[in-house]
């Protein structure tokens, strides 16, 4: 069974009507071109993953830390732990936009520290800050501010948003992201550079057939075109060698991911990291670079052509 | 339909080339241009063919002037001059059918639409049977055939050739000159350079002669 996809049967019954094509094949560095288009296609691609896969990422955690508040209640001589552990329950429970409080025990508490203590060690003696851990049902609609105020009544208690945390995340986030798009802009500027070489290493070698068609009385749109039909090919052949070359990768890394860390420790770089998965929104990224380079090659071809030309008549 | 007034032509700052050439040329005529080598044979051609234009003067084509012409009105006046070289400058990846129908492939035409008219021509310059040949297996003659068949399939009112003869033998180059003659007899105009004596000599047609960058006018 033969596909016929549109845009490849309207390039197949032009050409068939259009006889062979004036500029030869082997006349355009077709080959080199195609390589460095498929490397740069690939890099796009990646550049492309990555930032994506950091955008994800770093919305999730966005997402998850502004899903929860922390209450923390330091030991105040006179006060009452537990009551004021109670307290501040209640205060959040009443507040608009809380699902659930709940006070973490003192084991959950020392458990916290192990980290920086070490495990085994006695905390029984120390008055430690206990924690109240507050779910919200919608952090848009949650009264964050009412609650900070209902808590000056329980001593010692403070509110933690962990607004700080997330606006660094975010600004860490968008930096990367940013670099990305710069990288990314660089190596499609690249590109265009290396397309506008060939594409005048090309006329230079094909000066004969542009002298001919001129004398014969053809336009420097149909000469322009005729160009830039040899380097849509190149560009198409480029970024579908470069996309599929992507895809694999990340194919790869998913799969080499998944079986070098399997079990708990690939999860918690999953939950770190994000998925080294595409999606299917990232086929659909990786999809669109391929035309998005192969309309790139052509148009970079045709301005390069035009300007050719006209320095020529100039 | 080729009228030149006071023309002068140099070549950046050098010498001029052709000086001060004021002449007229009927419809449907038959010129030799000849003169010694360098006498500036090529580059009046070139001013015909509008691809150089004139330091000075004014050369007018069908009735207009072409020193003010934008690109389109230049490429659709050159599309009526049609021009054979010496060295034939056929592309060599195309076939000769393929290189004889290449001006009106260039206008957009559907092969459907020109093919019998192509095949005829070839027919009529008599490499009917060369049709899918490429130009590097054509003789020499076979060339310059294509060549003057790329040059005429647009019908076009003047035909330039510069030196057709020149990578021929002298029996066929009287066999082109006849081809040319027979255009002519069509309503082509024609201007054909050529510093082959023999050739001057077999036809009647007068002669235009580039000489220190003036031209002289002979029967």
């Known amino acids: ?314 | 339909m080729i009228e030149f007034s006071n023309v002068g032509l140099r070549y950046g700052q050098g010498p001029e080339i052709l000086r001060d050439l004021t002449f007229r040329i009927e419809p449907g005529s038959f010129h030799f241009l000849t003169g010694p080598s360098g006498s500036g044979k090529t580059s009046l051609l070139k001013l015909l063919l509008l691809s150089l234009k004139p330091t000075r003067g004014e050369v007018t084509l069908f009735g207009k002037s072409t020193s003010a012409l934008n690109q389109d009105e230049l490429l659709e006046m050159r599309r009526h001059i049609g021009i054979v070289f010496q060295e034939f400058r056929l592309l060599d990846h195309l076939t000769t059918f393929e290189n004889v129908a290449l001006p009106l492939r260039v206008l957009g035409q559907p092969e459907s639409s020109y093919r019998a008219n192509v095949i005829e021509l070839l027919e009529w310059v008599g490499l009917g049977h060369r049709l899918n040949a490429h130009p590097p297996v054509l003789s020499g003659g076979e060339k310059q055939r294509a060549a003057i068949a790329r040059a005429v399939i647009g019908r076009p009112d003047i035909l330039l050739a510069d030196e057709p003869t020149g990578n021929v033998d002298p029996e066929l180059s009287l066999r082109l000159v006849r081809l040319f003659a027979e255009l002519n007899k069509m309503g082509t105009t024609i201007i054909l350079a050529t510093h082959e004596l023999p050739l001057l000599e077999s036809f009647p047609f007068p002669r235009m002669m580039l000489d220190n960058g003036e031209v002289r006018f002979a029967d």
């Open chain 1, 1 to 314: 069974m033969q596909i016929e996809l549109p845009l490849l049967r309207y390039f197949q019954l032009n050409r068939r009507d259009r006889g062979t094509p004036i500029v030869p094949a082997r006349s355009v560095t077709g080959r080199t071109l195609v390589l460095l288009i498929a490397i740069m296609t690939f890099l796009s691609c990646v550049t492309l993953g990555a930032v994506v896969l950091v955008q994800k990422s770093a919305l999730a955690w966005s997402q998850d830390v502004g899903r929860e508040l922390t209450i923390q209640i330091r030991p105040i001589e006179g006060e009452v732990m537990e009551s004021n552990l109670r307290t501040a329950v209640a205060l959040a429970e009443a507040t608009p936009g809380v699902a659930a409080a709940r006070a973490l025990s003192i084991e959950e508490t020392q458990k916290l520290l192990e980290p920086w203590l070490g495990a085994g060690v006695d905390l029984g003696a120390i008055d430690i800050p206990r924690l109240v851990v507050v779910e919200l049902s919608d952090p848009a609609e949650a009264d964050t501010d009412k609650l900070a105020k209902d808590l000056a009544v329980v001593k010692g208690a403070s509110l933690d948003t962990h607004a700080a945390w997330r606006q660094q995340l975010n600004a860490m986030a968008g930096t990367i992201v940013a670099s990305g798009l710069l990288v990314l802009s660089l190596i499609v500027a690249a590109t265009a550079l290396a397309i506008v070489f060939a594409t005048r290493g090309t006329m230079a070698s094909n000066r004969e057939i542009v002298g001919v068609l001129h004398f014969i009385g053809a336009s420097n749109t149909f000469i322009a075109g005729e160009f830039q039909d040899r380097f849509l090919t190149i560009g198409f052949r480029g970024g579908l060698l470069g996309g599929v070359g992507a895809f694999l990768f990340f194919s790869l890394i998913g799969v080499a991911a998944g079986s070098v860390m399997p079990g708990a420790a690939g999860q918690q770089l999953g939950v770190l990291f994000g998925r080294f998965a595409l999606g299917v929104d990232g086929i659909i990224g990786i999809l669109a670079v391929v035309p998005v380079i192969a309309a790139l090659t052509a148009i970079t071809s045709r301005i390069t052509v035009r300007r050719f030309l006209q320095r020529i008549a100039s």
